[in-house]
């Protein structure tokens, strides 16, 4: 079946670094990906959209230049979290949606974070 | 009140139960998923359902569009099964997926 690869899964960084995170879908396109945020025990939290070749709409709330999403192919969407904070600590995960209009998801790993 | 809200919020059950996840919603959806998140955090894609019924091993998820309800529904349920079950569905035209708060199933030997 599809698969969509995060990466890293866990990730330790120093307070006022960025970190990248990965999400590749690997054998099919998606056309939209999205990231999402969930701390302990809550819901995910949409963070923003991404199109394949267009800018990323982001949730109310959501800083922009802080969480930099870049959907540069249709395989490949990336989160950088710029000058990381350890209130940036959670839990990111990201999902695809196959081509066109379909309805499919299909869910990366997820990407642990934690700011020192 | 929240488009898609599920019950029960947190389940307990011996294993061999037959575990029953409801989710109710109230707008008009071209698509209902049911997700489950382990501990670990990863997620996975259970079923993806717009009408009727679907089963896939020991779990069973079934729809009532009419009534915007849908259940998902585990036999001889087994401590692996202890997880979150997420129920999430796509509006009519919508991009972005709407999730219910989640079900903490907890299965004990």
């Known amino acids: 079946g599809a698969v969509v690869s995060q990466h890293p899964s866990r990730v330790i960084c120093k307070s006022g670094t960025s970190v990248k995170i990965e999400c590749r879908s690997l054998?099919?396109?998606?056309?939209?990906m999205f990231w999402y945020r969930q701390f302990p025990k809550q819901s995910l939290m949409l963070m923003a959209t991404?199109?394949?070749?267009?800018?990323?709409?982001?949730e109310q709330g959501v800083e922009k230049d802080k969480f930099l999403i870049n959907h540069a192919s249709l395989t490949l969407s990336t989160l950088t979290v710029t000058s990381a904070h350890p209130e940036d600590s959670s839990f990111y995960i990201c999902?695809?949606?196959?081509?066109?209009?379909?309805?499919?998801?299909?869910f990366g790993e997820g990407s642990w974070l934690t700011v020192v | 009140k929240n488009e898609v809200e599920q019950s029960p919020q947190n389940l307990t059950a011996q294993e061999g139960e037959f575990i029953t996840i409801n989710c109710s919603y109230s707008?008009?959806?071209?698509?209902l998923h049911w997700l489950q998140q382990h501990p670990g955090g990863g997620i996975v894609s259970l079923f993806m359902?717009?009408?009727g019924k679907k089963k896939h091993g020991r779990l069973i998820a079934t729809i009532n569009i009419q009534e915007k309800h849908s259940s998902l529904h585990i036999t001889a349920s087994h401590p692996r099964d202890s997880a979150v079950y997420i129920c999430?569905?796509?509006?009519?035209?919508?991009?972005?997926?709407?999730f219910g708060q989640g079900t903490r199933l907890t299965i004990n030997p």
């Open positions: 359902l717009s009408s």
């Open positions: 999902s695809a949606r196959a081509g066109g209009a379909g309805n499919t998801i299909y």
């Open positions: 991404s199109n394949e070749g267009s800018k990323a709409t982001y």
């Open positions: 999430a569905v796509f509006a009519f035209g919508a991009q972005k997926l709407v």
């Open positions: 707008v008009g959806i071209s698509a």
């Open positions: 054998d099919f396109q998606a056309t939209t």
